[in-house]
C-alpha cells in the first residue's frame, strides 16, 4: 500500500513539474500574447454577432436537458406503474416538439436570410 501510495506521489509530482516547466522553453509571440477567443484583443470589443447563434445555442441546450430529463426513462418502464412518468415524459417530448415546429414555422431556426 505504501509503494503505490509513494509511486503515485512521485509521478504527480513529476507530471506537474513538467507540465509548468515546458510551456516557458520556448516563449514566442503567440504564447505570450493575451488569449481573446479568437478576436483581435487591441480592436474593438463591440463587434457585430449575430443573435441566430443564440438562438441555435438556446435550442441546443433546450433538446439537451430533455434528453437529461428523459435518461430514466428506461428504468421508469421497470416500475410497477410506469404511466405517470411515461405520461410526463411524453408531455416533454409533445411540449418540446411543438415549440421546435413553431420556430421552424416563425423562421427561427433560417440562419441565412
Not at 509548468?20 to 463591440?46: H, I, N, Q, T, V
Not at 445555442?57 to 437529461?68: N, P, T, W
Not at 421497470?78 to 415524459?89: G, K, V, Y
Amino acid at each position: 500500500m505504501t509503494l503505490i501510495l509513494l509511486t503515485t506521489m512521485i509521478i504527480t509530482t513529476l507530471l506537474m513539474t513538467i507540465s509548468f516547466w515546458l510551456p516557458w522553453m520556448s516563449p514566442d509571440a503567440e504564447k505570450l500574447s493575451p488569449y481573446e477567443c479568437g478576436f483581435d484583443p487591441l480592436g474593438s470589443a463591440r463587434l457585430p454577432f449575430s443573435i441566430r447563434f443564440f438562438l441555435i445555442a438556446i435550442l441546443f441546450l433546450l433538446f439537451d436537458l430533455e434528453i437529461a430529463l428523459l435518461l430514466p426513462m428506461p428504468w421508469a418502464s421497470q416500475l410497477t406503474n410506469p404511466t405517470e412518468p411515461m405520461l410526463f415524459a411524453t408531455l416533454i417530448i409533445i411540449l418540446l416538439t411543438l415549440g421546435l415546429m413553431y420556430e421552424w414555422h416563425q423562421g427561427g431556426l433560417e440562419w441565412a436570410e
